[in-house]
Antibody
Framework: QVHLVQSGAEVKKPGSSVRVSCKAS????????ILWVRQAPGQGLEWMGG????????DYAPKFQGRVTITTEEPTNTAYMELSSLTSEDTAVYYC?????????????WGQGTLVTVSS | IVLTQSPGTLSLSPGERATLSCRAS???????LAWYQQKPGQAPRLLIY???NRATGIPDRFSGSGSATDFTLTISRLEPEDFAVYYC?????????FGQGTKLEIK
């Protein structure tokens, strides 16, 4: 069984950066797609980007290009999402998820979510 | 590709049939259309992938159908635990998009 365990809640100041981790266990890590999705309070799901660890080249949603960095650390099966230049609109729960299927086209396992609160 | 779900809110009673719609602004490859269920305070759970394939452990009262720009999630007979928010999602061109969600509430 695949498990994705994320780092704990964060409170950040506007203009700062946040880094969220996602540790995978119970399945292959290197050749699957790891995706990041966020959900603002009371809102829907928003894809931010993804990466295949063995490939190492991330894809980002246009909205977040230039402000998000997704990386992986294969020896520890951990993925990271760093978001910079935070504003109050970045207050959200951030999820990592595994892309299932031949092209990672659906999200079959999810982390528990990490609440990031941006407040002065 | 923009996904538009309807209705925004659906009020039904346990035992009734639920039909949720997901309309795409452009043709979606059926293999790349999925549905998720999300309950308050929880991560989304995959229900359907490839438009009509149930994910592991999903009861057969959940079914998916459709093609091109119109997709449907049907819950044949609602159980109390089915009241939640449902999202459709598509993948294409290395990009993922979600619909805005349909809230299924108890009438």
């Amino acid at each position: 069984q695949v498990h994705l365990v994320q780092s704990g809640a964060e409170v950040k100041k506007p203009g700062s950066s946040v880094r969220v981790s996602c540790k995978a266990s119970g399945g292959d890590f290197s050749s699957v797609t790891i995706l990041w999705v966020r959900q603002a309070p009371g809102q829907g799901l928003e894809w931010m980007g993804g990466i295949i660890p063995m490939d190492g080249t991330p894809d980002y949603a246009p909205k977040f290009q230039g402000r998000v960095t997704i990386t992986t650390e294969e020896p520890t099966n951990t993925a990271y999402m760093e978001l910079s230049s935070l504003t109050s609109e970045d207050t959200a729960v951030y999820y990592c998820a595994r892309g299932g299927g031949g092209f990672g086209e659906f999200l079959d396992y999810w982390g528990q979510g990490t609440l990031v609160t941006v407040s002065s | 590709i923009v996904l538009t779900q309807s209705p925004g809110t659906l009020s039904l009673s346990p035992g009734e049939r639920a039909t949720l719609s997901c309309r795409a602004s452009q043709t979606v490859i059926s293999s790349y259309l999925a549905w998720y269920q999300q309950k308050p305070g929880q991560a989304p759970r995959l229900l359907i992938y490839g438009a009509f394939n149930r994910a592991t452990g999903i009861p057969d009262r959940f079914s998916g159908s459709g093609s091109a720009t119109d997709f449907t999630l049907t819950i044949s007979r609602l159980e109390p635990e089915d009241f939640a928010v449902y999202y459709c999602q598509q993948y294409g061109g290395l990009q993922y998009t979600f619909g805005q969600g349909t809230k299924l509430e108890i009438k």
